[in-house]
């Protein structure tokens, strides 16, 4: 089992940055995928980025593609969310994500562990 907490999140600009940090409990940490996901007010959450156990491999939504970039610290049992270019639409509660086997990396069903989540505003 693991315990997921996020920080990093606040109110930032339009073209600003900020990085997201997802800090996992649990000793088999670097066996998990690693997920982020927001919801925004009003609407349903989405995928934002993905990770492999090892690192390998990373996902994005077509909506953050170029601009977000998703890594993880297996030593330190953290995992990243680098944000760039932000723009308003990207205002929502982060949440990280963690499963040990995930064969769709986009979908949250995949995922049984999950953080309280992290709230970023970007203001225009």
């Known amino acids: 089992q693991v315990q997921l907490v996020e920080s990093g999140g606040g109110l930032v600009q339009a073209g600003g940055s900020l990085r997201l940090s997802c800090a996992a409990s649990?000793?088999?940490?670097?066996?998990?995928?690693m997920g982020w996901f927001r919801q925004a007010p009003g609407k349903e959450r989405e995928f934002v980025a993905a990770?492999?156990?090892?690192?390998?491999?990373?996902y994005y939504a077509d909506s953050v593609k170029g601009r977000f970039t998703i890594s993880r610290d297996n030593a330190k049992k953290l995992v990243y969310l680098q944000m760039n270019s932000l723009k308003p639409e990207d205002t929502a509660v982060y949440c990280c994500?963690?499963?040990?086997?995930?064969?769709?990396?986009?979908?949250?069903?995949?995922?049984?562990?999950w953080g309280q989540g992290t709230q970023v505003t970007v203001s225009s």
């Open positions: 994500a963690a499963e040990t086997a995930v064969l769709r990396p986009r979908d949250q069903g995949e995922y049984d562990y």
């Open positions: 649990g000793r088999t940490f670097s066996t998990y995928a």
């Open positions: 990770i492999s156990w090892s690192g390998g491999s990373t």
